[in-house]
């Protein structure tokens, strides 16, 4: 593993039945950057996004994060560690509000132990205002604090995935794993989701790792692009060699043979 890199996927492999999704897939995300994955369907993307987060567990090859064999950690551990998955659906609570959203993501709590709750109630409190401060200070980062009381299941597309990413916040993340950032997002609100990303990478030194089918987006927000085909690692660049290179066009015009994304 380099040692500017926070990640590196070395060799993975996942097969399910007959069928091999990710077949030798080996890249590296360099701390501090914003890392585009693309590549047609079917290209093996999402299952390396679901070996990397702890949700699948690969046929071989390993997983480091920051150095260290995270290969097959599961995803709650992982989190903790900063490590952290958005969903191209957002995973909000519908039930509660924006705000309350934030604060359920924060990390450590004392109050979610029973026994420091019972005797330390005022440390419990003063955690409790302080993450309340915190995510208030997200909701303004993110322009939702004219959302902060509504209920989460009654924000639009793009604002959901504006608190997704406010949810991240919450919880020291350290690499951000976005799946379709844009998917189902209006335009006006893109624009806000791409200058949040770009606001959290260059302001709070987050490290991003996107899939995106919105080329426009991977472009104006990603360097270097890797792209996926059937499988494996075809080509790693900045989205003007990516654009340029004839293997990835045949990739995309031509289509990848495997059928799992």
């Known amino acids: 593993m380099h040692m500017s890199s926070i990640l590196a996927v070395e060799g993975l492999v996942k097969r399910f039945g007959g069928l091999t999704a990710v077949d030798g897939c080996s890249f590296e995300i360099a701390k501090g950057s914003i890392t ?13 996004f679901n070996i990397i987060s702890g949700d699948m567990v690969p046929t071989s090859g390993r997983v480091r994060f920051d150095g260290a064999d995270v290969t097959g950690v599961p995803t ?26 934030l604060m359920v993501a924060a990390a450590g709590q004392s109050g979610e132990q029973l026994f420091p709750a019972w005797l330390q109630r005022g440390r419990v409190a003063k955690e409790e205002a ?10 303004a980062f993110l322009n939702l604090a004219h959302v902060a009381d509504e209920l989460a299941g009654n924000l639009s597309g793009g604002q959901k995935k504006l608190l997704e990413i406010g949810r991240t ?17 209006n335009p006006t609100l893109l624009k806000e989701v791409a200058g949040a ?5 260059r302001e709070r030194g987050y490290t991003f790792c996107i899939i995106e089918h919105n080329m426009d987006l991977i472009a104006e927000l990603c360097d270097p692009v890797i792209v996926m085909a059937e499988g494996r690692v075809l080509r790693m660049g900045t989205i003007d060699e990516i654009r340029a290179d ?3 066009i045949d990739a995309y015009l031509g289509g990848a043979r495997e059928s799992a994304a």
């Open 169 to 185: 916040m919450m919880s020291e993340a350290r690499l951000v794993l976005l799946d379709e950032p844009g998917a189902g997002v």
């Open 76 to 101: 709650h551990r992982l989190f903790h560690r900063g490590l952290v998955r958005t969903f191209q659906i957002p995973q909000e609570y519908r039930r509660m509000t924006a705000r309350e959203n």
């Open 130 to 139: 302080d993450v309340r401060r915190r995510a208030d200070d997200a909701l």
């Open 36 to 48: 585009g994955l693309v590549g047609p369907n079917g290209a093996g993307k999402t299952t390396t």
């Open 197 to 201: 990303i770009r606001r959290l990478n």
């Open 246 to 248: 004839r293997a990835v």
